[in-house]
Nanobody, 119 residues
Framework: QVQVVESGGGLVQPGGSLRLSCVAS????????MGWYRQAPGKDRELVAR???????TYGDSVKGRFTISRNNAKNTVYLQMNSLELEDTAVYFC?????????????WGQGTQVTVSS
């Protein structure tokens, strides 16, 4: 079982920045594929960004050029740097870990952290 814990959410003004952190337990974090998703009220959960175990990054169209995902394997942590925040970025942000061991795929989610962009 992998525990996933997000932190760093809060209230920020439009145009501001925020950095989210996500710690995942386990001794093989470097092999995890990590991602950030978000869900706004009344909307489906959507991909924000993800980074594979080999460092390949993918971003949702609405955040390209503004958000950056990174990982520190020594700290079992993945980050989401969010710049130029917009009102539409308001959502609960969830961290996701995908672990593949001997062909068996498991997926783990954190509880989420609220990000509110408001003036």
């Amino acid at each position: 079982q992998v525990q996933v814990v997000e932190s760093g959410g809060g209230l920020v003004q439009p145009g501001g920045s925020l950095r989210l952190s996500c710690v995942a337990s386990g001794r093989i974090f470097s092999n995890y594929h990590m991602g950030w998703y978000r869900q706004a009220p009344g909307k489906d959960r959507e991909l924000v960004a993800r980074v594979t175990s080999t460092g390949h990054r993918t971003y949702g169209d609405s955040v390209k050029g503004r958000f950056t995902i990174s990982r520190n394997n020594a700290k079992n942590t993945v980050y989401l740097q969010m710049n130029s925040l917009e009102l539409e970025d308001t959502a609960v942000y969830f961290c996701n870990a995908i672990v593949v061991i001997s062909g068996d795929r498991s997926e783990y989610w954190g509880q989420g952290t609220q990000v509110t962009v408001s003036s």
